[in-house]
């Protein structure tokens, strides 16, 4: 599987002076309820339009009209302004929920694709962020590292609900563990794979998820 390929990413140090703003221009603006929900907003049409080198603290301090500053007191750091887009994008694809909804639906062998399909469809619209952010963990922002980190783990714990319940119902294929298959259905599924599949080889979406769909059913499942 090819890696991401490498980001432009900015330094999150917060400066010692911004031109034109103080401190207390940027507290006031934090003060601001919808603040921070314009400026995720912002920075998701700046992705959806120029891709993931959009997420400069210094360009999107410009659009917002704020300073950067602000941008520090409210994310922290360009870790954090990412962690806090793809949240949002959490929030509003409520992709959690539906992804437990689907591994509840039905028989463990019946719910697997729908399982990888709620999945795949939310995979999309987070993507530019997620290379993003596995750039700049790449690139050794720890924060960034430890926060994707948690993230894969929790997708991980979904799928290893998952081929947990297929070892229970028999629908797991030997030698295949419920730890092993979860490892690799979170391989076969990762943004490097969509990476690779969509990004660079051209390939249609619908066409990389049925064929990834189509090989975990074979490779993971007893005939049944």
């Given at each position: 599987m090819r890696a991401v390929r490498s980001t432009r990413v900015v330094a999150a140090k917060a400066p010692e002076a911004d031109q034109g703003a103080s401190a207390a221009s940027a507290a006031s603006a934090v003060a601001v309820p919808d603040t921070r929900q314009r400026i995720l907003q912002l920075a998701w049409e700046g992705v959806a339009s120029q891709g993931d080198d959009a997420l400069s603290l210094v360009a999107l301090a410009r659009r917002a009209g704020v300073s950067r500053q602000t941008l520090y007191l409210l994310f922290g750091s360009r870790a954090g302004l990412l962690l806090a887009m793809v949240a949002q994008r959490d929030a509003q694809s409520q992709v959690g929920p539906r992804l437990a909804r689907a591994r509840a639906?039905?028989?463990?062998?019946?719910?697997?694709?729908?399982y990888l399909r709620v999945w795949f469809?939310?995979?999309?619209?987070v993507f530019p962020v997620a290379r993003a952010l596995?750039?700049?963990?790449?690139a050794g922002d720890s924060d960034a590292r430890t926060a994707w980190d948690s993230r894969m783990a929790l997708l991980r714990a979904?799928?290893?609900?998952?081929?947990?319940?297929?070892?229970d119902s028999g629908a797991l294929r030997p030698p295949w563990t419920p730890a092993a298959a979860a490892d690799w259905i979170v391989s076969q599924t990762h943004v490097d794979a969509w990476q690779h599949l969509v990004v660079e080889a051209g390939w249609p979406p619908e066409q990389a998820i049925d064929r990834v769909l189509d090989t975990l059913h074979d490779t993971l499942l007893t005939r049944g």
């Open positions: 639906a039905g028989a463990p062998r019946e719910v697997l694709a729908p469809d939310y995979l999309p619209q596995i750039a700049t963990a790449s979904g799928l290893l609900q998952l081929t947990q319940a297929l070892a």
